[in-house]
């Protein structure tokens, strides 16, 4: 019963998501493509506020960050290097008739097996041992290692020396960028290098709406230590990455933070924490942060022979910094915060009767608009007043103007989409020149002069 009502609330907020303008289907009007996604009006105003809120909570509050834009597309002995080449790879298993590939640890999954700590060879043979087919019914291969980065090619033909990938990552561009971050900064230990964009993962995709994509938004920073001094940095930063997320709306309740086993580390990493997130589709993982010590700078330093050591000022004391990284994906934040947003309640009608009522209580700083400017009336003596009102609010924050409908679908339509407050021009404006703005989460209403509302909305909004 109880997954039959997670797989119908995952139902609603995908519907609600795709007709509020959140998220469409990547590629429609051509079939689409298999886990393409594209954030609509609303959804892109979402992820910018998300994006900004980290930015400004991560970076712009604190003296020992940097920002950093680095590119999409790096020499490739930079993968080389990183060991993404050797080591960034998944599990498969291929459809013997189909030769369609599944990751091969999921098909354990599906069947209630655990695949945590099956190496490569036992992955396979408990397939075998259980008579696992895949989804069509066929045999199954060997299960495989496969490489997730994208390849291309950079000049006029397909040759192997111009071969280069799309980044899987954020973290190498700050690696090396390191030298020169630090030479025009003049930053001291510890600090860090921040930076959010686009990374490219060609991963075997099961559904589940946004969380696992093959392009996707990704925020990191590579914070800079002494190696003596890693484990209280490490606590540190988990600690603040806990203040973030209740910070965006997340429930405690909802979080698991997992140690991540030595069998299952990324190549890189001497420790792990995976930060879960209870979603309707089960628990996963929302974010990370990894202790990398040295790997990375090492390996560059040793590959392209640049110094990629720090030298104390004070003691003229020189060696290579450890990175402690939290990792946070954009995407699986945008949905972990429609899901703990998504309410269903019973709520009244003016004429009395009782309507189910769904609101998005997004924090304020999230919604994509702080307030709805709603003529009671489309007539033009509420409407121009209306507009006025919403023309001199948008210059200070997101607006939105709605006249069609009732007024009782348009409160229902803003409560979906997660506007806090909703501002109704009506016939009494006319004579006493003041407007009624109504609580999206109490559903209070207070009337506020005209004069008074830039400041009325924002103290609320703080």
């Not at 686009?198 to 099961?206: A, H, L, Q, S, W």
């Not at 640049?306 to 060696?319: C, I, L, Q, V």
């Not at 009671?376 to 609010?393: C, D, F, G, N």
Request: glycine letters at 6%; proline letters at 5%; charged letters at 30%.
């Amino acid at each position: 019963m109880a997954n039959d009502q997670n797989k119908e609330l995952m139902e609603k907020i995908v519907t609600l998501s795709r007709n509020r303008g959140f998220i469409f289907p990547g590629s429609e009007i051509y079939g689409g493509l298999q886990n393409s996604w594209d954030y609509g009006p609303l959804g892109t105003s979402l992820l910018r506020n998300i994006r900004e809120s980290w930015w400004k909570f991560f970076v712009e509050s604190r003296p020992d960050m940097v920002g950093l834009e680095s590119t999409v597309i790096m020499n490739p002995k930079i993968w080389e290097a990183s060991g993404h080449l050797e080591n960034f790879t998944d599990p498969l298993v291929e459809d013997k008739v189909t030769h369609v590939r599944y990751r091969a640890d999921h098909i354990l999954e599906d069947k209630g097996i655990d695949p945590s700590g099956m190496s490569l060879e036992e992955m396979g043979q408990k397939i075998k041992e259980t008579g696992i087919k895949s989804p069509e019914g066929n045999e199954l291969t060997e299960p495989r290692q496969f490489n997730l980065m994208f390849k291309t090619y950079i000049g006029p033909t397909e040759e192997k020396t111009a071969a280069a990938y799309l980044r899987p990552e954020l973290a190498q561009g700050m690696f090396v960028d390191f030298p020169e971050i630090l030479r025009v900064t003049r930053k001291r230990l510890p600090f860090g290098i921040a930076q959010t964009g686009k990374v490219f993962r060609n991963e075997i995709t099961t559904g589940n709406f946004i969380f696992r994509l093959k392009e996707f938004n990704l925020m990191e920073f590579e914070y800079f230590v002494r190696p003596e001094e890693w484990e209280r940095h490490f606590e540190f930063w988990l600690g603040e990455m806990k203040r973030w997320m209740k910070a965006i709306g997340l429930r405690d309740e909802d979080l698991r933070f997992r140690e991540v086993p030595e069998g299952e580390r990324a190549h890189y990493s001497k420790r792990t924490v995976d930060v879960e997130y209870n979603f309707p589709f089960g628990v996963k993982e929302l974010q990370a942060i990894a202790y990398r010590s040295d790997f990375d700078l090492r390996n560059h330093a040793e590959k392209s022979g640049a110094d990629m050591s720090y030298a104390d000022p004070k003691t003229g004391e020189k060696f290579v910094p450890h990175a402690i990284e939290p990792t946070f994906g954009i995407d699986r934040a945008a949905l972990a915060v429609i899901c703990s947003a998504y309410h269903e309640e019973e709520a009244r009608t003016a004429s009395g009767e009782t309507e189910l009522r769904t609101v998005l209580r997004l924090p304020k700083d999230l919604a994509p608009f702080k307030a709805a400017v709603l003529p009671l009336s489309a007539k033009e003596e509420l409407s121009s007043i209306a507009k006025e009102v919403a023309s001199e609010l948008r210059q200070h924050f997101a607006v939105d103007y709605d006249e069609t409908q009732s007024i009782g679908k348009r409160y229902r339509r803003q409560d979906e989409i997660g506007t806090p407050y909703c501002v109704t021009i009506d016939f009494d404006t006319l004579n006493d020149h003041a407007v009624t703005v109504r609580d999206r989460d109490t559903m209070q209403q207070e009337r506020v002069g005209i004069s008074e509302l830039r400041g009325y909305l924002e103290e609320k909004l703080k």
